[in-house]
């Protein structure tokens, strides 16, 4: 009996350990300008852990976004997407944390804060977004978002997409490149 509660011990610690270490890998881009990661951006893929995303992902399509400042810092993110035939939009505040390129965002459903990196630009082409957070007792949530300046991402960027979600621990399963929508994707801002 010692020794299985040893065990389980162990595997207690690695798990928080490897929670902890994938928190820790989740970088944001050097020198972040957040003046050049502002306009229009579209959701290309997406990756999650979530249950809901796992059984919802197969009616979920492009979203338009736009990236737009706030007077404290922060960005308000404008997003414009499909729900029961039709053009849903919400805007998350993405509060600054002080290190440029995270943020940190108060869920109104959950009521929880996750927190919003910017992980890697070139703000002209893509853009890869990393959240965290949890959204109840041992529900730890982490999405990775890949967003296009275009509604047509090069194959390379997804192929890095895929990569970065891999290797934080999202599997095939997890991993969604978002169809187009034409009812709510007008090029026009």
Not at 29 to 49: E, T
Not at 107 to 115: E, L, Q, R
Request: proline fraction near 4%.
């Amino acid at each position: 009996m010692a020794t299985l509660r040893m065990l389980w011990m162990e595997l207690v610690l690695l798990g928080v350990l490897g929670v902890l270490q994938t928190q820790a890998q989740v970088s944001v881009q050097p020198d972040f300008q957040q003046d050049k990661f502002l306009g229009r951006w579209f959701s290309a893929g997406l990756a999650s852990n979530s249950s809901w995303f796992r059984e919802k992902k197969s009616m979920l399509s492009m979203c338009k976004s736009v990236v737009t400042p706030t007077v404290d810092g922060g960005l308000n993110l404008t997003s414009t997407f499909l729900r029961k035939n039709q053009c849903e939009t919400r805007t998350m505040l993405l509060q600054p944390t002080g290190n440029p390129g995270s943020y940190s965002y108060l869920s109104p459903h959950w009521g929880s804060t996750h927190a919003v990196s910017v992980v890697e630009t070139n703000y002209k082409e893509y853009a890869l977004l990393f959240s965290q957070g949890t959204k109840g007792p041992g529900q730890d949530f982490h999405m990775a978002t890949l967003y296009s300046r275009t509604q047509t991402p090069r194959a390379e960027l997804k192929e890095k997409f895929a990569d970065f979600c891999k290797a934080h621990g999202f599997t095939e399963d997890d991993i969604v490149f978002l169809p187009q929508n034409d009812k709510c994707l007008k090029e026009q801002e």
